[in-house]
């Protein structure tokens, strides 16, 4: 009997003994192809040498010190490499366990630049329908997905939604991208207007919706639109790539895909690949100026934040993503991922879309593919894709509440970077089988 409170009530799970590669083998000798890298957090996959002789070496040396006393070479190196291979304009990052944590910190550290920056009335957070950023309560509150809003209402007031860019739901027949990016441009700066430019503190979204839509990138030039409006109001933007970041989508960064530069970026899942929890915030310039004269240090921090462990962890872990070939086998496996695909899948009734960049690909599913109707949630398609792609040995990261929190299903995948052409090619025939 297990002891533990796992996040579901239901089966058994079974239990992971080992992972190696691109497989974790359980404790019966199953051995499964890790096809969405958990929750995309596998990004140079199982037991990488490298990673694990770069954790033996800190370990040897320090483990913790806490950031109240000291600073640590580990954690100093893993800052100075995300700045050097970030955007320019993200100058300075902050260090914390996870991506929940990581998004908690920048709307905390935006709200107190602007009360540094004598407009404390600036607290109002714009983000999208459907987005996920985190589970604890400011991060749940920032998400726009109903259903796991609801049973921990009220929370914080002062968030609002707008319509994710969401093509293959939203965008009209006749429209095209860009009269779509227009228009949901012009629907994010009437919600600014409405609450009073000098109201509203941050514009949060993923740059490509991983957890809630399944890899859902952005059409037109949506983001520079979004970037525009930002400045236009002086509203910060932040963009949380927890889970399309750290290369996911085929580069490092996944704003840099979209051509522009938030004000504080989130990262986590593949920036510890796995190897141990961490996250980052990333902040401009501007933003730390505030801090570094003003009154007050950020009133924010953790016990384990920039644990050392972690971060020569996530160093060694950027550095392999960081090589040109593991950003090329992204691209190329994504690719190969993409049209594997389409050419099992597009034919059948069920699927609506396929999309994605990168590594980093969803597939919608349909009732009906003329009128997209989603299936009958009381169905549960998603969870009964995700076991029956485990009895064929696939881990998938199927999901439901596409639509509005409730209807909709997909499928995302986003195996390790490593993954080989062989392997991606059982993924789709697995994936094809079990839906
Ligand atoms: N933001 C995004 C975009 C995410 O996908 C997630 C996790 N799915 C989070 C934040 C929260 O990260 P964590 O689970 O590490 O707290």
Same mark, same amino acid.
Do not use: W
């Given at each position: 009997?297990?002891?533990?409170?796992?996040?579901?009530?239901?089966?058994?799970?079974?239990?992971?003994?080992?992972?190696?590669?691109?497989?974790?083998?359980?404790?019966?000798?199953?051995?499964?192809?890790?096809?969405?890298?958990?929750?995309?957090?596998?990004?140079v996959?199982?037991?990488?040498?490298e990673?694990?002789?770069?954790?033996?070496?800190?370990?040897?040396?320090?483990?913790?010190?806490?950031?109240?006393?000291?600073?640590?070479?580990?954690?100093?190196?893993?800052?100075?490499?995300?700045?050097?291979?970030?955007?320019?304009?993200?100058?300075?990052?902050?260090?914390?366990?996870?991506?929940?944590?990581?998004?908690?910190?920048?709307?905390?550290?935006?709200?107190?630049?602007?009360?540094?920056?004598?407009?404390?009335?600036?607290?109002?957070?714009?983000?999208?329908?459907?987005?996920?950023? $985190?589970? &604890? %309560? !400011? @991060?749940? =509150?920032?998400? *726009?997905?109903?259903?796991? +809003?609801?049973?921990?209402?009220?929370?914080?007031?002062?968030?609002?939604?707008?319509?994710?860019?969401?093509?293959?739901?939203?965008?009209?027949?006749?429209?095209?991208?860009?009269?779509?990016?227009?228009?949901?441009?012009?629907?994010?700066?009437?919600?600014?207007?409405?609450?009073?430019?000098?109201?509203?503190?941050?514009?949060?979204?993923?740059?490509?919706? $991983?957890? &809630? %839509? !399944? @890899?859902? =990138?952005?059409? *037109?030039?949506?983001?520079? +639109?979004?970037?525009?409006?930002?400045?236009?109001?002086?509203?910060?933007?932040?963009?949380?790539?927890?889970?399309?970041?750290?290369?996911?989508?085929?580069?490092?960064?996944?704003?840099?895909?979209?051509?522009?530069?938030?004000?504080?970026?989130?990262?986590?899942?593949?920036?510890?690949?796995?190897?141990?929890?961490?996250?980052?915030?990333?902040?401009?310039?501007?933003?730390?100026?505030?801090?570094?004269?003003?009154?007050?240090?950020?009133?924010?921090?953790?016990?384990?934040?920039?644990?050392?462990?972690?971060?020569?962890?996530?160093?060694?872990v950027?550095e392999i993503i960081?090589r040109?070939?593991t950003?090329?086998?992204?691209?190329?496996?994504?690719?190969?991922?993409?049209?594997?695909?389409?050419?099992?899948?597009?034919?059948?009734?069920?699927?609506?879309?396929?999309?994605?960049?990168?590594?980093?690909?969803?597939?919608?599913?349909?009732?009906?593919?003329?009128?997209?109707?989603?299936?009958?949630?009381?169905?549960?398609?998603?969870?009964?894709?995700?076991?029956?792609?485990?009895?064929?040995?696939?881990?998938?990261?199927?999901?439901?509440?596409?639509?509005?929190?409730?209807?909709?299903?997909?499928?995302?995948?986003?195996?390790?970077?490593?993954?080989?052409?062989?392997?991606?090619?059982?993924?789709?025939?697995?994936?094809?089988?079990?839906?």
């Amino acid at each position: 009997m297990s002891r533990i409170l796992h996040r579901s009530i239901g089966p058994v799970l079974p239990h992971a003994a080992s992972a190696q590669g691109v497989y974790i083998t359980d404790s019966n000798g199953k051995r499964y192809l890790d096809g969405s890298g958990g929750a995309a957090v596998t990004s140079v996959g199982h037991g990488h040498p490298e990673v694990l002789t770069a954790m033996r070496e800190q370990m040897d040396t320090l483990c913790y010190a806490h950031t109240a006393f000291f600073t640590t070479d580990a954690a100093e190196a893993l800052a100075e490499r995300l700045v050097d291979l970030a955007p320019e304009g993200l100058d300075y990052v902050y260090l914390v366990s996870g991506g929940s944590e990581a998004v908690e910190a920048a709307l905390k550290l935006a709200r107190q630049y602007f009360c540094e920056a004598g407009e404390p009335q600036r607290r109002h957070i714009i983000a999208r329908r459907q987005s996920y950023h $985190g589970n &604890t %309560l !400011g @991060a749940l =509150a920032t998400g *726009g997905n109903a259903m796991r +809003r609801a049973q921990f209402q009220p929370l914080l007031p002062e968030t609002h939604h707008v319509s994710p860019c969401y093509a293959y739901r939203e965008q009209a027949p006749t429209e095209t991208s860009e009269a779509y990016a227009a228009r949901l441009a012009d629907e994010l700066e009437a919600k600014i207007l409405a609450l009073g430019p000098e109201n509203v503190m941050a514009f949060v979204a993923e740059p490509v919706v $991983g957890a &809630t %839509l !399944g @890899a859902v =990138a952005s059409v *037109g030039d949506y983001f520079k +639109r979004v970037r525009h409006i930002c400045d236009r109001y002086g509203v910060l933007l932040i963009l949380d790539e927890v889970m399309c970041g750290m290369g996911r989508t085929g580069s490092l960064f996944a704003c840099t895909q979209d051509g522009v530069t938030p004000d504080i970026l989130t990262i986590a899942k593949g920036l510890g690949g796995g190897y141990q929890p961490i996250g980052a915030v990333m902040l401009s310039e501007k933003i730390y100026t505030r801090f570094a004269e003003g009154s007050k240090l950020f009133q924010h921090g953790h016990t384990y934040l920039g644990h050392p462990l972690a971060a020569a962890a996530a160093n060694k872990v950027v550095e392999i993503i960081a090589r040109p070939e593991t950003l090329a086998n992204v691209n190329a496996m994504g690719e190969r991922l993409q049209r594997g695909l389409e050419a099992a899948l597009m034919d059948s009734p069920y699927v609506g879309d396929i999309r994605g960049r990168g590594l980093f690909r969803g597939i919608e599913l349909v009732a009906d593919k003329h009128t997209r109707e989603p299936f009958d949630p009381a169905r549960k398609l998603y969870a009964r894709i995700k076991r029956q792609a485990m009895a064929r040995g696939l881990i998938s990261y199927p999901m439901g509440g596409t639509l509005d929190g409730t209807r909709g299903d997909h499928v995302l995948l986003a195996p390790p970077y490593i993954i080989t052409a062989d392997e991606i090619d059982v993924m789709v025939e697995r994936i094809k089988a079990a839906i």
